[in-house]
């Protein structure tokens, strides 16, 4: 039985490779697992069919319909063009403060530039960053960022998103002092866009 204090996710219904399919699954199994509500945002029909087709039962699942998707092949002017697209509408609930998080197995470029147009950033925050939780030998988990939003980032990106990953680490896996520390992957020619030492040619 759904109640104010429970967590509500948004999740971009139409967002995978065989969606929604794959998105009404793992949704149904998080609202058994975790006890959260979840809405599903997109195509009202196939995703109600799937619903019937897993068995929801009372399980606090909701649709929230959405005209548009963002294909993996969309650039910057569909972000713009597609207002009504799931990941849009998704976004927004979270702004509307009708959600507490939202969920895409979509698009990962689009995901960034829609929630930082959807929902801002932070004032001293220059750049958005993905981070990933990873698990370790000694089993306590640590977080790495960025793992995929910034192709070139300059000193002041790299602090920032320290500083974001140390928090990260406090209030979310309940590190109370976390270590920071700088993974370097090499040095490649020409790998980079932009260079203190030669420009690129691309």
Do not use: W
């Amino acid at each position: 039985m759904p109640t104010d204090s429970m967590i509500k996710i948004a999740i971009d219904a139409m967002g995978g490779d065989r969606a929604p399919a794959i998105e009404v699954a793992g949704a149904l199994e998080a609202a058994r697992e975790y006890g959260v509500m979840i809405c599903l945002v997109g195509a009202e029909e196939p995703i109600r069919k799937e619903l019937e087709k897993q068995g929801s039962g009372n399980l606090p699942v909701t649709i929230v319909p959405a005209r548009d998707i963002i294909t993996m092949e969309d650039g910057i002017s569909a972000l713009r063009r597609k207002k009504d697209s799931s990941m849009h509408v998704a976004t927004r609930l979270v702004r509307d403060g009708q959600a507490d998080a939202v969920v895409s197995a979509g698009n990962t470029g689009a995901c960034m530039a829609v929630s930082k147009l959807v929902l801002g950033a932070l004032s001293l925050v220059d750049r958005p960053a993905i981070a990933a939780v990873m698990p370790t030998a000694r089993r306590r988990p640590v977080i790495m960022v960025d793992v995929g939003a910034n192709v070139d980032c300059k000193p002041n990106h790299l602090v920032q998103f320290a500083i974001m990953g140390e928090i990260f680490s406090r209030q979310a896996l309940a590190i109370p002092a976390p270590k920071v520390g700088l993974l370097s992957i090499g040095e490649e020619e020409l790998k980079a866009t932009t260079s203190p030492k030669r420009s690129s040619p691309y």
